[in-house]
């Protein structure tokens, strides 16, 4: 057989470390339109697009490196949502980043079913981040000499910590033994912050710390029990990030009119899709939260690997007669109102709409997003049940963009 031809790997072989770079000032129009250009000429396609938005590249100093353009995804808008929150409360318009035809469709009838039913009460129950280092002790005698030790001196443990930042604070620690391998839960409050940059910073002085003033024989900053960007069962039990829980009433006629069912009917097939989903050995309990946070995280600037544990939910539902009641519990939201990426233009701008871009906006932000994903499983709940999931992902969405006359 003869050799068969493979388009572009020539130039691809022989682009290693020749991007173009601009040593003066990485971020500049001309340096990111560079390495587009360059590209472009590599792939053999056009790359245009990438370089035209309207955000300056040199605002992204800190959130991204060798930059040549930007991700203009579509963002839609839902409500208005009608939240019932200690810190969200009144009506939202929320807006939401994707390219899955007729989430934004779906996510805004449930809006309005949970808006006509009175709102969504919701509370943040739990705010906490942490960071687990390890460390390895001589035998399990030392090692739990260690735990006593280290649980002994918190207080110290504080001061190193205020040290490092004045928005973070440690709060408290949870010991765990595997043989002369003790695992230490730092857990922190960060304010508005996601806060991860923060306390990592903070765990490292707590362990040289540590190292300083007791023989321990070497630690890792990150064990692995922190379950940063993993979904796991112990954020699921003890929080991670924000912890929120929220409820709706859903009324008889709404559930009839709006979303075409009975309370019966999404009650008894939450209950066996629950079943189906402890069979199939998934973590938590819900229809697409994923969805929901994923949009969300994308228009709002939060940090797109959290969508991995935000994700983990709990729905419950319960037939009130000819009502029906629906709780959601996020044990594991990871977001923030400041820091990252949420200063970007049209990440601060999404977060404007809804008054939750800065200091003392976090926990509202928690509650709106809570809200958010309760109008989406309600949603799809009602659409599994009533036949319609097909036909409106038929209608919504199927990528068919109009051609013009000229065309």
Known sequence: MGKVARTGQKNHESARMKLPKDRDNDYSAEAMKNRASYLSELSNFPVSH??????????????????IGFAQVPVGVIGPLRINGEHANGDFYVPLSTTEGALIASYNRGARAVSLSGGVNVVVTGDSMQRAPYFVLENVFK??????????NLSALQEVTATTTRHGKLDNLRCFLQGRTAFVRLNFSTGDAMGMNMITKASYEICRYIEANYP??????????????????INSILGRGKTVTAEVFFKKAVVNRVLRTTAKAIDDAYRRQVAGGQMAGIVGSNGHIANGIAALFLACGQDLANVTESCMGYIYTEALGDDLYVSLQLPSLIIGTVGGGVSLPTQRECLEIIG?????????????AAATLMAGEISLAAS?????????????????PRKKASE
């Not at 939750?356 to 709106?368: L, M, R, T």
């Not at 049940?385 to 068919?400: L, Q, S």
Request: net charge positive; hydrophobic share 35%; with cysteine.
């Open 216 to 233: 321990i024989d070497h630690y890792v900053i990150e064990s692995n029990m922190a379950v940063d960007k993993k979904p796991a069962h």
């Open 384 to 400: 599994l049940v009533a036949g319609d999931f097909v036909t409106a992902h038929e209608k919504y969405g199927r990528n068919r």
């Open 50 to 67: 990438l370089t035209s938005g309207s955000v300056n590249p040199e605002l992204t100093r800190g959130n991204i490196e060798s930059i």
């Open 143 to 152: 090692a739990r000499e260690f735990v006593e030790w280290i649980q002994a």
């Open 356 to 368: 939750c871009y800065g200091k003392g906006k976090a926990k509202k932000f928690a509650e709106v």
